[in-house]
């Protein structure tokens, strides 16, 4: 008996500001100290942040009805959409669609399916230098029926294993990489996670950090 595969439920359709701040609080919450999730992407701190602006940023428009405070509202309501997005995407690498494990984190989950087989791996992997000190864009193709991307790096020879590490998960097809070594080259590369699993691994491309 194949064991079901589940997947992580946003609940982002129509939801409401507050209602996004909750579910994010809840996730925090239910991660701080989950020994599952030992390193959650994006980092709670700035979760925690994200949800605050946007509480904050409700409020001031409830009070002026101003234009920039709308305008500062629906911005921190996209960002904070996003980091969520992202986080449901680390929570189910980690779980491997494991019922218990999604609940766990805070996020409600899709009915189980069984798997359809393994995504193709990602393609056109670009890593390009950003204009800005230290800061590198890496973009590749989106892969029809993904769930989440890993996206790894390499901060030495490409060739060997276990020089290979975790840089984030994310629902996106374009990552801002920042803080990196002037001078130094950067190998990337990438893989789809899907209702089987993980897809391949990409083709590796590299840039160097201005």
Request: with cysteine.
């Amino acid at each position: 008996m194949i064991k079901p595969y589940y997947t992580v439920k946003l609940g982002h359709t129509r939801v409401t500001f507050e209602a996004l701040v909750d579910k994010v609080r809840t996730n925090i919450s239910r991660l701080t100290g989950n020994a599952s999730y030992p390193t959650p992407m994006p980092a709670l701190a700035a979760l925690t942040a994200a949800a605050d602006r946007l509480d904050t940023a409700v409020q001031a428009y409830d009070f002026s009805r101003s234009r920039l405070d709308k305008q500062e509202r629906d911005i921190a309501f996209a960002e904070l959409k996003g980091l969520h997005k992202d986080l449901g995407g680390y929570v189910q690498t980690v779980s491997n669609g494991d019922a218990e494990l999604i609940t766990s984190a805070g996020f409600e989950m899709e009915a189980g399916r069984k798997p359809l087989g393994l995504l193709p791996a990602p393609v056109d992997v670009r890593a390009t230098v950003r204009p800005y000190p230290g800061s590198l864009e890496v973009r590749f193709k989106g892969v029809r029926g993904r769930i989440a991307y890993r996206v790894e790096w390499c901060l030495g020879d490409p060739l060997l294993a276990d020089n290979w590490q975790l840089y984030t998960v994310t629902g996106k097809n374009r990552v801002i990489v920042d803080g990196l070594e002037s001078g130094k080259t950067y190998f990337f590369r990438v893989e789809a996670l899907g209702a089987a699993g993980l897809s391949p691994a990409s083709d590796i491309d590299s840039a160097k950090a201005a």
